[in-house]
């Protein structure tokens, strides 16, 4: 058994940065586990916890159903793999693989019996002569990989192991690495900015931001049922098409449930509309949604614009990138289509109309070309504008988790609305501390002036009646 349970993890530095918050997690034996998610989210700051190579401020971390957080790294029973390879460069691949093995004394036929299996496993043989100044990128890696193996470790952590791989070695290591999972038979935790990578290897992944657990669930659950807007647009390429709208109609069993956005209106399948959640206050109101859907959820075959089951709309070809195996097609949509000679004030930052099409690689659509693209509106997604998280559940047991996450994130946003309101209050009234100290500051300088310059004149008056006086005997 090598289980992990993380339970209320939080890691706060000196300087009062939290780089991770609540962290809750349950890894059970022969996992691979996969941490993802942008720099700066705190995946490698847990996994340096799980490791001991960082304190953990709060919380409790448990291998095997011991608590672990006093142990030293090297009483954990854990291997980590670093970003850096972190070889020694003076011993040879043989001698940096044996060298922990050594100081942990074991007997030299079993080192050599570990070693050589390990090198045998990664296809390294022929190199335990060589130092590591004499290997590939690749070939380093796999000899930091061999260190871990060596070790029989309960659990293996991997740290952005192929980002300084090309990408033909990295997506080959990708294989490797997976295999070696299922050969141990072992639990694996691993980190990664690349969600490719993530898709490929983890059986759960973990999706992190500012150091928050977003959602935790199989690459497939991710990738269907996303539950916020930032998993749905971190979790596959090219990244989600997303539009703001509002769902107007009415219900009922002769009913009809549309989508608005732009100058579109599409209307939405019964079995999406049983699943939205709370929909009585999106329907109608002035609450806006956003409207997701991917690339390769977007047609231009005669087939899906022709048949009456898909809803289509207007756009104008911008770009075409022929990939061979499929055609990305980048579209302004109609609502927010621009004259030319226009064209270039609009930023990207503020042109909201791009959309993004993964067609068939034999697709006839060329740029400049205003096509209809059909929309396979039973895979869009819907989330709340100002929570953004999802109002569609997967299923009606689903519904309840997802009211109880909306009513959560709202309250979240009213509490972070007031603390930013009482500090703007704050600051105001301090600005207006300010001012009037200034103020009287200033009154006080003045009258002080004033004080000064009063007695001049005085002094200077006297000196004239003398001499006056001194005219009148002449007369």
């Known amino acids: 058994m090598s289980s992990l349970n993380l339970k209320n993890i939080y890691k706060v530095y000196p300087s009062g940065v939290t780089a991770v918050t609540d962290f809750n997690l349950d890894i ?26 960082e304190e953990i401020s709060s919380g409790e971390l448990y291998i095997d159903g011991v608590l672990v957080n006093n142990r030293a790294p090297k009483d954990r029973d854990i291997a980590m793999v670093f970003q850096n390879y972190a070889l020694y460069p003076h011993m040879t691949v043989y001698d940096n693989m044996a060298f922990g093995l050594k100081l942990r004394k074991m007997p030299k036929p079993q080192i050599d019996q570990r070693v050589k299996e390990a090198a045998r496993i990664l296809g390294i043989e022929m190199y335990l002569s ?10 380093r ?16 952590l ?20 997976t295999k070696l999972h299922n050969r141990l038979a072992t639990t694996f935790i691993y980190v990664t900015h690349d969600q ?10 973990v999706v992190m931001k500012d150091g928050f657990m977003q959602q935790v669930d199989t690459p497939i659950n991710l990738y269907d049922h996303p539950i916020n807007q930032f998993v749905a647009g971190f979790i596959g390429t090219p990244q989600m098409n997303f539009f703001s709208g ?14 608005e956005f732009g100058l579109e209106k599409i209307a939405l399948p019964k079995e999406k509309v049983d699943l939205i959640c709370n929909l009585d206050k999106y329907l109608n109101t002035d609450r806006e949604i956003v409207f997701g859907i991917r690339p390769e959820d977007l047609h231009d075959e005669e087939a899906w614009v022709n048949d009456s089951k898909n809803p289509s709309i207007e756009v104008k070809v911008d770009v075409v990138e022929a990939l061979g195996s499929e055609t990305l097609l980048y579209c302004k949509t109609r609502s927010e289509q621009v004259p030319e000679d226009e064209e270039s004030i609009k930023s990207i930052v503020d042109d909201v109309s791009n959309l993004t099409a993964k067609v068939d690689s034999r697709s006839s659509s060329k740029a400049g070309d205003n096509i209809k693209i059909a929309i396979d509106i039973i895979h869009c997604h819907l989330f709340d504008k100002e929570t953004e998280v999802t109002i569609l559940a997967r299923d009606e047991e689903n519904k309840a988790e997802i009211e109880a996450l909306q009513a959560k994130r709202e309250e979240e946003e009213a509490a972070k609305a007031a603390a930013a309101a009482e500090k703007l ?3 105001e009234a301090k600005a207006a501390a300010e001012a009037e100290k200034q103020r009287l500051k200033m009154e ?6 004033n004080k000064v310059e009063a007695p001049a004149e005085e002094v200077a008056a006297p000196a004239e009646e003398p001499a006056a006086e001194e005219e009148k005997p002449a007369e």
């Open 246 to 259: 509002k769902l107007t109609g009415s219900k009922g069993a002769k009913g009809k449930v549309y989508l």
């Open 425 to 427: 209050a704050a600051e």
């Open 28 to 53: 059970e034996d022969k996992e691979f586990i996969v941490f993802v998610g942008p720099s700066g989210c705190g995946k490698s700051t847990t996994l340096r916890m799980i490791a001991g190579l």
């Open 158 to 177: 991997l740290d952005e192991p192929l980002s300084n791989l090309d990408a033909k070695l990295r997506s080959q290591m990708r294989t490797e690495i």
């Open 141 to 156: 890696q796999r000899v930091a990989l061999g260190r871990a193996i060596v070790r029989e470790p309960k659990v293996f």
């Open 130 to 139: 060589r130092k590591p100044k004499a290997l590939s990128g690749g070939q």
């Open 196 to 205: 490719v990578e993530a898709m490929t290897m983890g059986t759960r992944i």
């Open 444 to 449: 006080k300088k003045l009258a002080k002036k």
